[in-house]
């Protein structure tokens, strides 16, 4: 597999979390940190961060990944890597979840972001939101971190874009992604009563990541255009009218680490600053691969999806110091270079 570009993006992040020294990461080297998701966008990446910093130091991270399916292609290399041991089971499942171990930093990352995912195992997401994040935050050691992984999609129902991270959504237990919204929401809640317990546990809403790191078949908008794409030519499915402001999945992961690790307050919004619509982004797409888009006049979209999604991300961007953002065309051509080089072959 080649994923050159996945470690060059890990070497900006390590450098520019670090400011080239790496102390940034200081509190992970001799621990052990344990990541659910661990085979999706997010977890790839912040899987190679760890990897790296192995590297570069001689007192070990002990990586402790946590998965469902089987290793895909581009992480088959880990498994039986020195200081990773790997977890397979179903997060939903009580008694998976309560085996496995403690941990001194816990990502939970898992949680099918890919709609078609959640909407057709509900119970399974709402669990892996609820179930699982009670008894992870309960597996964190003494003076341990707990990022939960949330979602813009908490805010689905408001008007007041962008989102600041007090803005509330207005949904009910009806809505055709309920059990992705009220999952991540009650997620948080938990979250929250674990904090006034004294664990030290932050929330990241992540919105619209994308880059490269995912499985063959994903069907995120994204990839499925760059798989159309791929075969001659990108169709939608709607006008394209829906707007999203995308994030590079690095700029993501960069935001992450600092959340986790350095972050002074418990809510933060992690979004990137590329506005496009649907039909944009296919555009895009079929731009860098040279080949034709087709656009229906009908507006019937996915069930439930928002008409815009934008989130405001002053407070990461004030307290990280974090304000450049890969630009939208550049991030794609490197999304879609390593989708050509590992799933598209």
Request: hydrophobic letters at 40%; charged letters at 25%; a neutral charge.
């Amino acid at each position: 597999m080649n994923n050159s570009i996945i470690t060059k993006d890990v070497d900006e992040i390590i450098l520019s979390t670090g400011g080239g020294d790496r102390n940034n990461f200081s509190q992970l080297f001799g621990k052990s940190v344990l990541i659910t998701g661990a085979t999706g966008l997010i977890g790839t990446y912040l899987i190679y961060t760890l990897l790296k910093l192995n590297e570069l130091s001689s007192d070990k991270i002990k990586i402790k990944i946590v998965i469902h399916n089987n290793l895909p292609e581009h992480l088959v290399d880990i498994k039986g890597a020195e200081n990773v041991e790997i977890f397979q089971g179903d997060l939903s499942d009580f008694e998976f979840c309560s085996s496995l171990p403690n941990a001194d930093f816990i990502i939970h990352a898992a949680g099918y972001g890919q709609p078609k995912k959640f909407t057709d195992k509900k119970l399974l997401t709402i669990r892996m939101n609820t179930l699982a994040t009670d008894i992870l935050i309960s597996k964190l050691n003494a003076g341990g971190k707990f990022l939960f992984i949330s979602t813009s999609e908490i805010y689905s129902g408001s008007k007041e874009t962008p989102y600041l991270e007090t803005t509330c959504g207005i949904t009910n237990p009806a809505h055709a992604r309920a059990c992705y919204i009220e999952g991540k929401r009650c997620g948080e809640a938990i979250c929250h009563a674990w904090q006034e317990l004294g664990k030290d546990v932050k929330i990241a809403r992540v919105a619209l990541a994308y880059g490269p790191g995912v499985r063959p078949g994903d069907g995120r908008v994204l990839y499925n255009f760059i798989q159309k794409g791929l075969s001659g030519k990108i169709n939608l499915l709607d006008s394209g009218k829906a707007g999203r402001v995308y994030c590079y999945v690095a700029d993501t992961v960069f935001n992450l680490w600092n959340i986790l690790l350095h972050g002074k307050e418990i809510t933060y919004n992690v979004g990137g600053k590329s506005f496009a619509t649907i039909r944009r982004l296919a555009e895009l797409v079929g731009k860098i691969l040279n080949v034709p888009v087709e656009v229906p006049e009908s507006d019937d979209g996915m069930q439930g999806a928002p008409a815009e999604v934008s989130m405001n991300i002053d407070k990461t961007e004030i307290e990280f110091g974090k304000t450049d953002y890969l630009e939208l065309e550049t991030g794609l051509r490197r999304t879609i270079d390593w989708y050509k080089a590992n799933i598209a072959q």
